[in-house]
T-cell receptor, first 114, second 109 residues
């Protein structure tokens, strides 16, 4: 199993450009999450999904959109990138079952917005 | 709304010493998690604590949970350099996970 993978690993954008980050998991997890990590801020939840075709807002959703068309994929979109979105983005997934809810994290995507 | 606070934020300790990282949370949490993150790397799950009084140990790390005090601790015994990393605790509700800001641990030889 590859676990949780993220594409790309690193990207540089200019202000106003758009991009999509792809998260894929092969563990048949129901739940998927997008976080951003900034120095001294821990991880903050951007959006999450509890199943195919469903998405919900987290703590810091502004400026981001998501889609989960397939159970194994969770896409994070930036329509018009801003320097404040420079961060490391982590995707995570977990089972829905209460006894198996440990999150598994992807390797991260480093995004620099100039 | 669940909030999670960790302290200390930074911890520099000598090899062979013991220390404890504290994690306080504001409201009922479904369960409590501890993660480790090495510089430039992703997060690795260390412990999942499910109920009051739960204690889990792995090597030199031991985590415990007191739901009445809304407190979890990560105790480090006889620290070694390999334990240098950032440690996060997280609480959870039905769907969401809320992370503390992390404790950056540096173990000095």
């Amino acid at each position: 199993n590859a676990g949780v993978t993220q594409t790309p690993k690193f990207r540089v954008l200019k202000t106003g450009q758009s991009m999509t980050l792809l998260c894929a998991q092969d563990m048949n997890h129901e739940y998927m999450y997008w976080y951003r990590q900034d120095p001294g801020m821990g991880l903050r939840l951007i959006h999450y999904s509890v199943g195919e075709g469903t998405t919900a807002k987290g703590e810091v959703p502004d400026g981001y959109n998501v889609s989960r068309l397939k159970k194994q994929n969770f896409l994070l979109g930036l329509e018009s990138a801003a320097p404040s979105q420079t961060s490391v983005y982590f995707c995570a997934s977990s089972f829905a079952n209460r006894g198996r809810k440990t999150q598994y994290f992807g390797p991260g995507t480093r995004l620099l917005v100039l | 709304e669940l909030k999670v606070e960790q302290n200390p934020l930074f911890l520099s300790m000598q090899e062979g010493k013991n220390y404890t990282i504290y994690c306080n949370y504001s409201t009922t949490s479904d369960r409590l998690y501890w993660y480790r993150q090495d510089p430039g790397k992703s997060l690795e799950s260390l412990f999942v604590l499910l109920s009051n009084g739960a204690v889990k140990q792995e090597g030199r790390l031991m985590a415990s949970l007191d739901t009445k005090a809304r407190l979890s601790t990560l105790h480090i015994t006889a620290a070694v350099h390999d334990l240098s990393a950032t440690y996060f605790c997280a609480g959870s509700g039905t769907y969401k996970y809320i992370f503390g800001t992390g404790t950056r641990l540096k173990v000095l030889a």
